[in-house]
């Protein structure tokens, strides 16, 4: 975990922070058996700014709600910091159908009794993991009411017909939210005056370059540069609304990177991991016509790559 903070530094969080992570650390050892959930990421988030909100947040107590549109990075900075603070990550996927004995727990019949089998938000809670609550804006009512006392001042959970129990003072929440999606809704204030909320800013070119270097380190700088702004035009025809979003695929980017190491040329490697997300076949040519017009044909390993 030590490499974590190696980053916060290189990435310019000052000394201070990182003696109080150091500490929080200390203090708060992993719990015996859990040691497996503490991520270990495989992409780092950049972003200093970010990193400086998102620290003092969770440092002081609060919970996180890390708001903004595909591809800036929500989920890796959730896990980036569950693994800066080396605790254990429980991940809380909200969809249609999540109701509260999903997330607190349900009763189960084991050797001749009733007990409580512990849904993620109670091991959550009880084990001091930190809790990613994926796409939060699609709870339902039900759902949400389950969250009022565990993230607020209270930080408790009533089970009903079990023990109420007290949140670890290591456990955070958490949540992003993505406006757009279909089945998605406006966050009432209830649940949001329990948040600390973090508006998350589009990837610059220089921070993605800085991710694919880190991710595919002999990756030449002037292919990653076109790349990042292969990356950036197609965010530009997002937002003009000349393509949909299935394009600004980012993880489709990186994978289709690394596909060029198993024999395939980038230009198909791109267009298994970027052109064929849309399956409207006019959009599919204009992103195919945008990636020709900045990625040379017949690239492969050779020359993507330093020797």
Not at 131 to 157: C, P, Q, W, Y
Not at 232 to 241: F, G, I, T, W, Y
Not at 248 to 275: N, Y
Request: glycine share 6%.
């Amino acid at each position: 975990m030590n490499d974590m903070l190696e980053f916060l530094r290189s990435e310019g969080i000052d000394e201070s922070t990182l003696a109080h992570i150091e500490a929080f650390r200390r203090e708060y050892p992993v719990n015996a058996g859990q040691e497996y959930r503490v991520p270990r990421p495989k992409y780092m988030y950049y972003g200093l700014e970010v990193w400086r909100k998102a620290l003092a947040a969770l440092l002081a107590g609060e919970n996180l709600l890390l708001v903004g549109p595909k591809a800036t990075g929500k989920n890796v900075l959730a896990e980036n910091l569950a693994a800066v603070f080396n605790r254990p990550q429980w991940d809380i996927s909200f969809y249609l159908n999540t109701d509260a004995a999903s997330l607190i727990g349900t009763d189960t019949f084991s050797n001749g009794e009733v007990s409580l089998r512990r849904g993620p938000i109670y091991q959550c809670a009880d084990e001091g993991g930190f809790g990613v609550l994926d796409e939060i804006n699609m709870a339902k009512n039900e759902s949400l009411s389950v969250l009022h006392a565990t993230l607020d001042f209270r930080r408790i959970i009533d089970v009903p017909g079990y023990d109420r129990i007290e949140l670890s003072p290591c456990t955070r929440f958490i949540a992003t939210m993505n406006y757009g999606y279909a089945g998605t809704r406006e966050v009432n204030e209830a649940l949001a005056s329990r948040f600390m909320v973090i508006n998350m800013p589009i990837i610059s070119a220089e921070n993605l370059k800085k991710l694919m270097l880190a991710q595919f380190t002999k990756l030449k700088d002037e292919y990653a540069q076109q790349l990042a702004e292969l990356f950036q035009e197609l965010r530009c025809k997002c937002d003009n609304s000349e393509i949909s979003t299935k394009a600004l695929d980012l993880r489709g980017l990186l994978a289709a990177i690394g596909l060029t190491k198993q024999g395939l040329r980038l230009d198909e490697a791109l267009e298994m991991g970027i052109i064929n997300k849309s399956f409207d076949d006019f959009e599919r040519q204009l992103v195919s016509d945008v990636i020709a017009a900045r990625i040379p044909a017949g690239l492969g390993e050779d020359e993507l790559f330093e020797r």
